[in-house]
């Protein structure tokens, strides 16, 4: 069965801290993604990663950076945690030929920034 | 203008009815398209591709209409197990999917 396993469930931050989210995908993925979920502003794409060590912005990459070093795992990093970034967090992977839709959701990291 | 755009509900009906969504996007490129499911605190999964032709599964059948840039999903004799948010789903080739903010359906006895 595919799985995508994020770290965390719920973490609760305070303002400036570092603050990591990690993400394995079990189905051999070459695309992994990251998306953040607000009410009113669906998901939003803050990066994605196509290959070992490679990285792509999306939308939303202000703040945020990424870590691919091994296939399986791509990290969210947040070097300086603010309470804007309190959110859903998403990790997503898929395989690669673009387009084909079926994204596979990790259950979600909710992190509250105070 | 939002890039993909959806009517957030809820839609509240009854166990057996017919509901049909709309969702209207932005970009005439656009090459793929989707319905996503997403139930209650819970991630999004996918529910049915979207093609020129239209397509059926089961309860649920999906329409595109590119002249007028528009994806539209019915489901037929709706389930108490169908309530849940529904995500459009529009792809620009590459990598790229934009979500729509999804409609909220609520089926009641």
């Known amino acids: 069965d595919v799985k995508v396993t994020q770290s965390s469930r719920y973490l609760v931050k305070r303002t400036g801290e570092k603050v990591f989210l990690e993400c394995v995908q079990d189905?051999?993925?070459?695309?992994m993604f990251w998306y953040r979920q607000d009410p009113g502003l669906g998901l939003r794409l803050i990066y994605f990663?196509?290959?070992?060590?490679?990285?792509e912005k999306g939308d939303i990459p202000e703040g945020y950076s990424v870590s691919r070093e091994k296939k399986e795992r791509f990290s969210l990093i947040l070097e300086s945690a603010s309470t804007n970034q309190t959110s859903m967090y998403l990790c997503a992977s898929s395989t690669p030929g673009g387009g084909t839709g079926e994204l596979f959701f990790g259950e979600g990291s909710r992190l509250t920034v105070l | 203008r939002k890039e993909v755009e959806q009517d957030p509900g809820p839609f509240n009906v009854p166990e057996g009815a017919t509901v049909a969504f709309n969702c209207t996007y932005s970009?005439?490129?656009?090459?793929?398209f989707f319905w996503y499911r997403q139930d209650c605190r819970k991630e999004p999964k996918l529910l049915m591709s979207v093609y020129s032709s239209g397509n059926e599964d089961g309860r649920f059948t999906a329409q595109l209409n590119r002249a007028s840039q528009y994806i539209s999903l019915l489901i037929r004799d709706s389930k108490l197990s169908d309530s849940a948010t529904y995500l459009c789903v529009v792809g620009e080739g590459g990598n790229k999917l934009t979500f729509g903010t999804g409609t909220q359906l609520k089926v009641e006895l």
């Open positions: 189905m051999d993925h070459e695309n």
């Open positions: 970009n005439s490129a656009s090459q793929s």
């Open positions: 990663s196509y290959d070992v060590k490679m990285k």
